[in-house]
């Protein structure tokens, strides 16, 4: 039986800020210091760089008119200048204005108009950004390495601000939006539910390639719980399950596959036919425990990574896959692919509303493209099993909602 564990990648999260300062000469200044500074109104040249990651913003909002639902309000960021969210407090140890690793490291200090650190710990960099945001910050100035300053910026632009200081490559600025339309097809919850006896318009095996880094694994469901890695009460604990394939038992161990068993739509007992889905990794940080050179116990906190998994029945993720190639095939129209797949409404609104936010980009080429990023982002989430997007009314009386239903459906196929 094959025993399998989530890979994992790591490095030290503390960097050295340059070479000492009896090293630094005139010709090799010291490299500049790790900040997050409060920064002034976007200028238009800037409001124009970023003109790729613009029409992201305003999808969520063309998603509700497309819905015939309003957008809700966003809450206003609090403006005092030393708010630190309790997240970040949650994360660190704080004592006055710096902030430290439970291990007793440095994390960051807090200047209040400014946030430096000698790491490049992407938890520190996420927290960072999280206290300018909380701050009420619209921009930000980044300094310091260029891995920093990169995974500043991405972070910055994911919560909606602008970053001076870094300028990204067009690879960088296509993963950036990338992740952003992704955002346009999470949901809070689960929202979607398996239809029992429900028949898939196309029941066939998806052949799609899958995304990269993702793993598949069908069999049947033997047994699944949580327990010491490799059953030895001596290791961490984690969650392990355990499939009967056609090239015997394979038990994979992670602790997201706790999750997965608890969030599955499709809720699979022992002995049903089941897929294990590997669809990505999250960056963690992770606190590892050993024994330094005089043999006492320390504590250190390392970056790696953590897998995501998902665990269905082997036919509702079959459906999908059908439904996700669908969604792939721009040749079928928003209406005919609604009809073979109902399920898909709000996701052709999503699109449509995509479509709708395109305008906003001068180039036709441009256009096109971020559309095609949207769309297969949702289907890649439909075939991962992810929530689908439902199609949300407002309040109206029974007798208004018969009426408005069909037309919502009706702006699909525009």
Partial sequence: MAVERDPTSGESENKPAGEPAERRTRSSPAPPQNAVEFGRNPRKSREAAQEWERPLRSAPAAAETASSTEAPKLARADSDPWTVPQSVRDRFVQDGHRFYFPDGHPAFQDRGRKLTTGSENTQVVRSLIEIAESRGWTEVTVTGTERFREEAWRQARLAGLNVRGFRPTDEQQAQLVRTLARTLVRTPERVDAV??????????????????????????????????????????????????????????????????????????????????????????????????????????AIETHRNRWVLEKREFLESRGAAAETVRNESIAPKEGVREHPELAGTYLNLKAAELASKSLRDPEDQQQFVRQVRLALARSIEHGEPLQPVRLKERRPEVIAVRQPRSLEAVSR
Wanted: charged share 30%; aromatic share 4%.
């Fill in 195 to 300: 239809v029992e006896g429900a028949v898939p318009a196309a029941p066939q095996p998806t052949v799609s390639s899958p995304a990269p880094g993702a793993v598949r694994i069908a069999g049947q469901l033997v047994d699944h719980g949580r327990d010491g890695y490799r059953h030895d009460p001596n290791e961490d604990p984690s969650y392990f399950v355990r499939l009967k394939t056609g090239e015997g038992e394979r038990e994979v161990w992670g602790r997201d596959i706790e999750r997965a068993v608890a969030k599955s739509l499709t809720r699979p007992q022992i002995g049903d036919e089941v897929v294990l889905l590997r669809t990505g990794q999250d960056a963690v940080t992770v606190t590892r425990r050993g024994a330094d050179i005089e043999g006492r116990q320390i504590a250190k």
